[in-house]
Structure formats: C-alpha cells, structure tokens
C-alpha cells in the first residue's frame, strides 16, 4: 500500500520533467534571410521570366510579319512592363503577410523636439 502513493509521486513527477523538457526543447532555426532570399529569387525569376516571354512574341510575330526590330522592342517593353507587375503584386503579398503575422518592423521612437 506504501508503494502506490510513491508511483504516483513518481508518476507525477515525470509528467513535470517531461513538460518541463519540451518548453525548453530546441525549436528548429529558421533564419530569416534565407526567406527573404527565395523572395528576392522569385521576383527576379518573375521579370526575367516577362521579359523572356515578351522577346519571344516579338521576334516571333517579326519573323512572321517580316518588321524585325518594330514588334520585338514592343513586346519586350511590354514583358517588362508585365514582369514589374507581378513583382509589386508578390512585395503587396508580402507586406500583407508580415502584417498579418506582426511581425512587422517598427521604427525606432524619435524625440520630435531635439534642442541639443
């Protein structure tokens, strides 16, 4: 009869090391820099990717209509024109979600009246 209170004492506490331990678990690393790197890559890709597909209409109808530089400088505008689009699309969706999550940059509170 002894032993029953002692295994629950026990028992009780290995729950607490146990609940102890995982508050105090490493969690995985996560650096920041690397997230805003695959950003950085993706809006890079994207206007590339704008351009490319603008240099390919153009020539393409030029080679078709025989009028080489005409369509070819218009539609590599307008691919950058379509890249630049998209990127500001991906830093709104951006903003948004560092927003939402708060974890937003704040500026550093400056004094208004320095008199120094």
Known sequence: ???????????QLEERINRVKAAQAPRPHV???YSQAN??????IELVAGLGIGFGMGYGLDAVFGTMPLFLVLFVLLGFAAGVRV????ARETAGQATAQGTEEKAPDVPAGNND
């Open 39 to 44: 950003m950085a890559w993706r809006m890079v």
């Open 1 to 11: 009869m002894t032993e029953d209170p002692h295994q629950r004492r026990l028992s």
């Open 87 to 90: 990127m500001m699309r991906t």
């Open 31 to 33: 650096e920041e820099h």
